[in-house]
């Protein structure tokens, strides 16, 4: 069987024809305009009717809305997300590393245990800092506003951050070394620059 | 003048507070050091320091592409090998625009139950031991045999299996499995009901147990606890239920919450989800297509069009696991994140072990379903 | 009379037939008795490395039985232990503490490699964390290969330990 269009992400979007069964399609399927799924973009619609242009929505797909903010708005961002839209846990905070846009990115996945209507959606927020060649962590440029005050879950993830790309969490009371070695004297192991290879 | 260095300063001592490093070689503490500090009896602060077994798994990851990853993958927790790969593959799928066929997906949700089984008997078995009650050591180390059987006959391999690819599974079940799948579940369920006599009935354990270590269910939701942990204080979440992927959603699963939310709630339910793990098998035998493939083939070095990035999550036997993808179009993946649920208990442990006894550490601490090398990566 | 049969000269050949006497009546004897008494009663260190700790957990299961020789993970202090099973993957943090764990053991003492990664690092091989097989940190005895072995093959290993224990000498640390 050869592996065929995709067709379990988008199952909840109308407007898309099935895939068709003339030899030469005449009409790509993407070319139509694909209908957002509701729900999510009514929580993506909440957010940008507060803060306007402060934040960017990626993407609303399927269970997942992705918003862009910039790291001094982070925290407002959250606190409403927290206050209004009933997001109260955060399950995961990633790190991606940008080299060429000279940025770090830090991605925090939102979820919600008490609200009944939330409990499949996740709310995937965004933001990046700058990132220097030579880094010191701690004491350059590769700052965040910490969230542990708004989400009390993301204490460990965010000391675990910090000792993998050397981004520093201001108002966190604890950024330390919580999985590397004590004598670890070397670049943040997961930035592009380190390399495992020769070593 | 001499300048003092800094960690040879003095520094003034609280006599009554000792601190005592319950190490990485110790019958009480895994695969991890907890540091705490006791006046008298009591735990005043505890500073857990995971990182033993830190492998770098999520930066190898980015040095082999989509297919060989996967032995890597599985690897943090060996025996429920197959509910740690399975949002990798989820992910993989919904980037690479793969369908998997309808009996892959039944035979994927009985290995991944299997799993479950096979990986909770090892936690009761470890929880026995931490407890000293080596009969509970002896009897769900001998009784996970019969799992393990099954999934050596499905698979060929005891743990570690490498069943699960992008695009179904690997190989089709061998002739008669079904049956004998369900005799040895049948007899599986028979014997962990004897369990409540040895284990959760004896007083030794309740008065151990019950009431240490509560979490209450606005501080489980707040921490972000997840699995059982969150279960046993009282919030009604699974993942197969409320996000339900592959055939779940055809199954009939019921939830087990309990509501006190101390260790002997914590360590309760997973047994009694070992039970509902049965029923969850036996459904699935009863609906599974008879034949079919049980695989999409993929073509050599699969890679996706662009960018893109996907985050799936699973119910796995310690809670919810998730797995980050971020691809920028070439073979292997630009950033792989594993969010494990072990990971996320962690926090839970400093915040309960306040205040509570020493002797009670080991009880407390386990109970968190915590597996330290998955924690690690 | 004995003063005139030992005198300086013939001193060192008495005392070598002595000891050749010793040896073939008390030494031989005695040193199968303490290898026997070594062979079936090692105690391994309570110490869980890695992913391979599962595969002897299931060893020490009723299935596999691994306490039929004699090897029970004594829950006391590692100073009454004299086995050390190095069950996989040992990270740059875990190095010093195994070798502290090495030291703090009472003679006699043997380790077994178990799994791919102690022996040489296995599939992290090129990780940043990971060192490349544990021959320098602790002398290994016996190495057991697999990912993760399976529980015979951890028997086997032992085994094989108890045969090279017959081998060596008792007396020296006696």
Same mark, same amino acid.
């Given at each position: ?8 992400? %988008? ?13 030469t ?6 070319e139509?305009?694909i ?19 402060? =934040? ?12 862009n903010?910039?790291?001094e ?19 995961? =905070?990633?790190?991606v ?36 060649e ?27 951050? $910090? ?34 290879? #020769?070593? | ?35 705490v ?17 830190h492998?770098g ?39 690479? #625009?793969? %369908? ?30 931490? /407890? #000293? ?12 045999? $019969? ?81 059982s ?15 339900? *992927?592959?055939?779940y ?26 039970m509902?793990?049965?029923n ?14 049980v695989?999409?083939?993929l ?11 996907? *985050? ?21 993946p630009?950033?792989l ?12 442990l ?21 597996? !330290? ?5 | ?7 300086p ?9 002595l ?68 069950? #996989? ?7 010093p ?40 940190v ?10 993760? !072995?399976?529980?015979?093959? /951890? ?20």
């Open positions: 069987m050869m592996s065929t269009e995709t067709a379990s992400a %988008e199952v909840k979007s109308e407007g898309k024809p099935t895939p068709a069964k003339k030899p399609p005449a009409k790509k399927p993407e139509k305009p209908e957002l799924p509701e729900f999510e973009k009514g929580l993506s619609d909440k957010i940008t009717e507060k803060f306007g242009d402060k =934040v960017e929505v990626a993407f609303v797909k399927e269970d997942r809305v992705r918003i903010v910039g790291s708005n982070v925290h407002d961002v959250a606190e409403f997300i927290r206050d209004e839209m009933n997001f109260d846990h955060v399950e995961s =905070v990633s790190g590393d940008f080299p060429q846009d000279k940025e770090i990115e830090v991605v925090y996945h939102i979820g919600s245990y008490s609200d009944s209507s939330l409990s499949r959606q996740v709310l995937v927020l965004a933001t990046r800092t700058q990132r220097e030579n880094p010191i962590p701690g004491k350059d440029a590769t700052k965040l506003p910490t969230l542990r005050d708004i989400f009390y879950s993301v204490e460990f993830h965010e000391r675990e951050i $910090f000792e993998m790309f050397g981004v520093f969490f201001e108002g966190h009371p604890d950024n330390r070394r919580l999985l590397l070695p004590e004598d670890w004297a070397d670049l943040p192991p997961l930035r592009k620059d380190f390399d495992t290879r #020769g070593r | 003048m001499t300048e003092i260095m800094p960690g040879l300063a003095l520094q003034k001592v609280d006599e009554r507070i000792m601190t005592l490093n319950v190490g990485p070689q110790h019958p009480g503490s895994g695969h991890m050091r907890i540091v500090q006791i006046d008298g009896d009591y735990i005043v602060a505890c500073d857990p320091d995971p990182g033993y077994v492998r798994e999520e930066k190898m990851a980015e040095y082999r592409n989509y297919i060989t990853n996967i032995p890597h993958l599985e690897r943090p927790v060996i025996h429920d090998s197959c509910n740690v790969l399975y949002p990798y593959v989820l992910g993989v799928e919904e980037l690479l #625009g793969i %369908e998997v066929p309808e009996r892959a997906k039944y035979i994927r949700v009985i290995a991944s139950e299997l799993n479950r089984c096979i990986y909770i008997m090892y936690w009761l078995a470890i929880y026995g031991i931490f /407890l #000293g009650h080596s009969t509970m050591f002896m009897w769900p180390a001998g009784d996970r045999e $019969f799992l393990i059987d099954l999934m050596e006959k499905m698979t060929g391999a005891r743990v570690t299996h490498a069943h699960f690819i992008p695009g179904g599974v690997r190989n089709d079940l061998p002739p008669n499995f079904e049956d004998v799948c369900l005799r040895q579940v049948n007899y599986f369920e028979k014997r962990i009901k004897e369990y409540a006599a040895v284990f959760y009935d004896n007083p030794i354990l309740i008065s151990r147990t019950a009431n240490t270590g509560v979490l209450s269910r606005q501080d489980a939701i707040r921490l972000g606890t997840t699995g942990v969150l279960r046993a204080s009282g919030v009604d979440y699974d993942l197969r239920v409320k996000e339900p *992927y592959d055939v959603d055809e199954l009939d699963i019921h939830t087990n919450v309990m509501k006190e939310g101390d260790a002997y709630a914590r360590s309760r339910i997973p047994w009694l989800d070992m509902e793990s049965c969850i098998i036996r459904q699935a035998l009863q609906k599974m297509p008879k034949s079919g493939s695989r999409t083939k073509k050599p070095n699969p890679k996706t069009k662009g960018a893109a990035t996907v *985050y799936k999550r699973v119910e796995s036997g310690r809670g919810s696991l998730g797995c980050y993808i971020v691809s920028d179009g070439k073979v292997e630009y950033r994140k594993l969010s494990v649920p072990s990971f996320r208990n962690l926090i839970a400093p915040y309960l072990l306040k205040g509570e006894k020493l002797g009670n550490m080991p009880s407390v601490y386990w109970s968190l379903n915590y597996w !330290p090398v998955e924690a690690d990566r | 009379m004995l003063k005139d049969l030992i005198t000269e013939n001193a060192n050949v008495f005392v070598g037939k000891g050749d006497i010793l040896e073939k009546a008390i030494d031989k004897p005695l040193g199968y008795a303490i290898n026997w008494g070594r062979i079936w009663s090692l105690w391994p260190v309570h110490i869980e490395t890695a992913c391979c700790s599962v595969e002897f957990g299931a060893a020490s299961s009723p299935r596999y039985d691994v306490e039929r020789f004699g090897i029970i993970e004594a829950f006391g202090s590692l100073r009454q232990c004299d086995l050390v099973v190095v069950q #996989g993957t040992i990270t740059r943090k875990m190095a503490r195994l070798r502290l764990v090495y030291d703090q053991m009472p003679e006699p003492k043997y380790v077994i490699a178990m799994g791919a990664c102690a022996i040489t690092g296995g599939l992290y091989f090129d990780s940043y964390n990971v060192l490349p097989g544990i021959d320098g602790i002398p290994v005895d016996v190495y057991v290969p697999g990912c993760p !072995p399976r529980p015979e093959t /951890l028997i086997q290993g032992c085994i094989l330990l108890q045969e090279k224990i017959k081998r060596m000498k008792a007396r020296k640390f006696v």
